[in-house]
C-alpha cells in the first residue's frame, strides 16, 4: 500500500508487479461513476493533464491483504516513471502544477463537480508536463459549497510561489519542513506593508490569516453557515479566475547563480569537454538503461546524452536556478524523458510525515541503474565534509553502474574550494579514490582529460552484476 494514501478514508493506493491500483469506497465509487461520464475528464485524460485512468474488475480482496476498510471498486493508474515531491520542484515547476490545479477545478466547475483539495502532492510529472494523478479528488459540487480546497491550494502553491517571487526565499525548505504547506498566519507574518500592496496578498494572504485567527478555534461551522447562505459557482469561478492571473505573472526575480551559466563559466577547454561527452556517450551506449540519474546535473547537458539511451532521467541539482533554467528549456522542447528536480545530495530529501512514511527518500523512491557524477565529489568532499570512501560507499548501495568524475587537487576549481580552508582532506586523494572505487564496482574505462587534473572513469557495479 502506497502510505502516503492512508489519509483518505475513501480510498487507498496500492501497487503490485501489474501497475498502480485504487481501492474505492462505496462514496468513491459513486463520485468515480458521475465523474467517468464528464465530457472534461475524458478530454483533459486524452490530453495528458489527468492520469489515465480506467476501472478494472479484480475482487477488490485480492488487493486488500492488511488493509482495512469496505472496498466496492478498483481503479487502475498508469504508472509515472518516477515519483517527485513539490519540495524537490523548481519555482517554474510548482507554478505549471499550480496552473493545472486551477485549469482542472474551473473545467470540473463547469459540469457540476469539484476538486475536494487541493494538495500539490496530487501532482506528478511526465518529464516536464504535469500529471494530475489523485482522480478520487473530484466530487459533485452541491449547489452553494464553496471551494473547501482554497486554504490548501494557497498553503502547498501560492505562498510557496509569493515567497520567491516577491521576497526572493527559495521555497523548497519551507514545503520540506511542513508537509502541509506554510500556515495562513506564519506567511501573513513575513509580509511587510509594502508587501500588501503586490497582487493577491491582502485577498489571498492578510485577509486569510485574519479570517484563521477570528474563527481558527471558534466553535462556528464556517462551511454550513456558507452554504446555508448560498455560495454561488460563480464566486469560486471568479476566484479560480483571479488565482490564475496572479500565479501565471509571477516570475522569479533575474539574477545568476554560481551554475546556472556553468556552460559559459566552466574551466573545461572545448576539446575537453568533446572528449568528455564522447566518454559518457559510449557509456550510455553500452547498454540500454532504465532509469539514469545525473548528479549535479548543472543546466543538463549530459542529461540529454544519457536520455538518447534510457527509458528516463532523473536529473539532480542543488542549484534552483539552474534547475529552473533546465526545466523551462525542456519544457520548451516538450521533453518527457528527462525529469529534473532540485536536491542537495548531502541533505537529500529523506523519509517525511506520519511515522516517516508519507513521502519517501529519495532512494526509497527508485534506484537507478547508471548514475552520472561529473564534476561533483570535490563539492561534496570538501564544501559538504563527506569523506570520501562514504560517498562511493554510497554510490556503491545504490546498486548502480557509474560515469564518476574524479578532480585532483591540482585542478583550479579545487584550489578554488581550498583557498579558505585548511586541507584537511586527506581522504581525497586519487589513490585513496581508485581503492575505494575498486571494493565496489570493476572499472571498464578510464580517461584522463588533457588538462591532466581530471579523469573520468566508467564502472560497473559488483554487487549488481555479480
Known sequence: MEPGSFRDRNGRVVYTAEGVFRLLSDHALRQWEALSKTLF?????????????ERVHPEPRALTHGIDGNWAAVLKHRTVPFVSYPYEWCFGMLQ????????LLRAALDEDMILKDASAYNVQWIGTRPIFIDVPSFEEWEAGEPWIGYRQFCQLFLYPLFLQA???????????GQID??????????????????PGVFSHVFLQAKMQARYG?????????????GFHKNLILSNVDRLRKIVRRLSLKPRESEWSDYERFHTYTNEDLERKAAFVRRAVHSRPWNL??????????????????????VAMDADHLAVERFYQALRSEGREAILPLVMNLSDSSPDLGWR???????????????????ALIHHLVITANIPLPELVDWLAALGTDLVIEFILKEDPMVRTLLRNKADHYDDYDLAVFEGSLSASFEVIEREPLGNGTRILFFARNRVRTG
Request: proline content about 3%; aromatic content about 8%; charged content about 30%.
Open 356 to 374: 516517516g512514511l508519507e513521502r519517501k527518500s529519495i532512494v526509497g523512491r527508485g534506484k537507478p541503474d547508471l548514475t552520472l557524477c561529473l
Open 41 to 53: 475528464f475524458q478530454r483533459l485524460m486524452s490530453d495528458g493533464k489527468i492520469v489515465e485512468t
Open 181 to 198: 504547506g506554510i500556515d495562513p498566519e506564519q506567511f501573513n507574518r513575513l509580509m511587510s506593508l509594502r508587501d500588501l500592496a503586490r
Open 217 to 229: 478555534s471558534s466553535d462556528k461551522d464556517i462551511r454550513t453557515t456558507m452554504k446555508s447562505v
Open 292 to 313: 539514469v540519474w545525473d548528479l549535479g546535473c548543472n543546466t543538463g547537458a549530459f542529461s540529454r546524452i544519457a536520455s538518447e539511451n534510457a527509458r528516463y532521467v
Open 166 to 176: 516577491y521576497k526572493n526565499v527559495s521555497f523548497q525548505p519551507w514545503l520540506r
Open 96 to 103: 505549471d502544477a499550480a496552473l493545472l490545479q486551477l485549469e
